[in-house]
């Protein structure tokens, strides 16, 4: 290291951490945005704050995907202001309700942590409510349909201008081509990734997932982006736009699938059980089945109690440094030497076979006591756990993956808590707000409007539905 360098760093490290200062929404830095570290802070873990205080988003998402993104920087500690149509709000907080009145459980396991602010984003003093939240926030993420935002008024030139710092996040379903003009929702992404076509069995048609790939998938692609983009601006001291577009974010997760698609130029795909089947690969990764889709063979194979129970299963896992474990288990220590079954590549064309075998001994033991006996032996094997079996388990709950809240018209819920587990940031997870909930508060504490400037908005229709004032908006 040059001995400039080196002095420079010594001094920097002899210094006093100097505040914090954060710059001001809408003006350009007057100085150079310093990017040296503080000193590591000696107070306790955990009681630093959390990752993403101090970041402020303006929140224009609805449905899933983008409330997926904006629910975990809220948990991360970020101050979410959630913008709703005066009235109705996310179109979710109504759909599949479960108690009459009260905001859906789609809407409430989606929006925790956030503050709403309902504003009509298309009334003139609504615009200039919301252009006065651009100056005053960090990023603006939205997922409205292609054009929507722009015809709000709130072009990227717009934003830039009012605020160069703002980082604006976009879920689409398409990015730019032939599709980008599309309205896109979780199934359609699923199709349009690759995960349809090759998910399901090979002689049915092709099956979506139950898990939200394309929707919370990319809300969390979206929440990437734009923490990466924070971290950017640090240095440049400006905003960028962010988008993650359904259909990328389906296929990034679904990439095991196009390596296979270039792997067949090559040959079969001899972990596919059809290679064993005999029965010839096509064009395209095939629909796998339960296959595992790695270089480690497995199936979803019967326990104890199948047959009333749909979710009596277990996933096995024929991992080749534990097979001779898995043949004494299963009572078939010939196995080990059998030149037939001794070796991975010898094992590819009989794995139907095989896991018929490893079948015979699960289908008598429940799913927890297969894991418990193989786990001792190291051998990869996971229970088919129910959604209900998942509400109940205690060790989620002590991790905070599973929380219950409280909610003033539903009572508690459970929700799911924030999955990325960090040692210097408590999740922040608290209930969804009611339909703007906070409007009064944010109009006053982060805009600094009088009590009577308040009441004069309230008064032109820009934030409270036309037939109901105010005081609806909460019910
Ligand atoms: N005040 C006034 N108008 C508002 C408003 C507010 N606070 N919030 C939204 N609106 C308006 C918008 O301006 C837009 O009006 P416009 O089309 O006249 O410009 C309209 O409400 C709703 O927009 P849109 O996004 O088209 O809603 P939709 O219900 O028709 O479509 C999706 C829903 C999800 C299909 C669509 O938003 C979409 O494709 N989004 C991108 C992909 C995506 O995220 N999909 C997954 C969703 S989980």
Redesign the pocket.
Known sequence: MPRKVRKKMKSAAKKPAKKAVKPRAGKPPTKAVKTALPRPTAKPWGEAGRALDGVRILD?T?????PTCTQLLAFMGADVIK???PGSGD?TRGQLRDVKGADSLYFTMLNGSKRSIT????HPK?KEILDRLVRECDVLVE???P??LD??GLTWPHIHKLNPRMIVAS???FGPGPYEDC????NVAQCAGGSASTTGFRDGPPLVTGAQIG?SGTGLHLALGIVAALYQRNRTGRGQRVLCA?QDGVLNLARVKLRDQQRLAHGPLTEYSQYGEGVPFGKATPRAGNDSGGGQPGWILKCKGWESDPDAYVYFITQAPVWGAICDLIGRPGWKTDPDYATPPARLPRLRGIFDTIEQWTVTKTKFEVMEICNKHDIPVGPILSMQELAEEKSLRATGTVVEVDHPARGPYLTVGNPIKMSDSPPDVRRSPLLGEHTDEILRKVLGLSPSEIAEIKASGAITAPDKPAKAEAA
């Open positions: 224009f609805h449905v899933q995907s983008g913008v709703e149509r179109i504003v009509d984003s298309k609504g997922n409205f349909a054009g929507a015809r709000m879920v689409k379903g309205k896109v929702y979780e929707d359904m």
